[in-house]
């Protein structure tokens, strides 16, 4: 089992910045796929972006340019900064993982893992 636990949410200015972090526990060898989803009202689940291993993350268009997803491997963390942000940017975002190899491990990845979430709210 791997437990992901994120912090770093809260409230943010319209084009501030904020980082996220996801740190991973228990069995985290086997964990190749990591990355971030975020839940806004009235709106699916969406996955931002996965990074496989030391690769280079792939991120959704609606993030990309504005959210960097970087990986602590020593430490077992996750990071997600986020720039630019925007009013329709709040919600609950999560961190996820998962066993699945390099072609499995896209922005909308199969997650066995999720983190409980934490919140961010853009406000003007």
């Known amino acids: 089992q791997v437990q992901l636990v994120e912090s770093g949410g809260g409230s943010v200015q319209t084009g501030g910045s904020a980082r996220l972090s996801c740190q991973a526990s228990g069995y985290t060898g086997a964990v190749y796929c990591m990355g971030w989803f975020r839940q806004t009202p009235g709106k699916e689940r969406e996955g931002l972006g996965a990074?496989?291993?030391?690769?280079?993350?792939i991120y959704a268009e609606s993030v990309k340019g504005r959210f960097i997803i970087s990986r602590d491997k020593a430490n077992n963390t996750l990071y997600l900064q986020m720039n630019n942000l925007k009013p329709e940017d709040s919600g609950m975002y999560y961190c996820?993982?998962?066993?699945?190899?390099?072609?499995?491990?896209?922005?909308?990845?199969?997650?066995?893992?999720w983190g409980q979430g934490t919140l961010v709210y853009v406000h003007s």
């Open positions: 990074q496989y291993k030391d690769d280079r993350p």
């Open positions: 996820a993982a998962d066993h699945g190899g390099l072609y499995d491990c896209g922005p909308e990845f199969r997650v066995r893992y």
